[in-house]
């Protein structure tokens, strides 16, 4: 696998994560994952940087979305995107594609 597929996955797999608990109203433990995943990322496996940055960047944006205010990482920081907190349900695999 190469490295942008794996960020991909990542991004991929710890959005559908957050989307879900999102979708059921617990928004907060959504952010808390998000953040936990965020913190993760420095640990004692460090991914390549243009990896981690990748998915750094997609998770700040999404919880930039879902504090529907400025979020920060480390030097990245995204503004929530109008419009996107309403398209933030899950799908179903079959409607990824």
Known sequence: MRADDAGTDVATRCSSTES?????GNKDRAIEL???TLKSLDGPAPAPD????HV???LV???ANYK?????????CATPQPGVRQSTKAQA???RR
């Open 20 to 24: 879900a608990e999102h979708t059921r």
């Open 50 to 53: 243009d990896l981690k940055q």
């Open 34 to 36: 998000i953040e936990v």
């Open 93 to 95: 695999p079959e409607e």
């Open 68 to 76: 529907d205010e400025k979020a920060c990482y480390g030097s990245v």
């Open 61 to 63: 944006q999404t919880l």
């Open 56 to 58: 750094i960047s997609v």
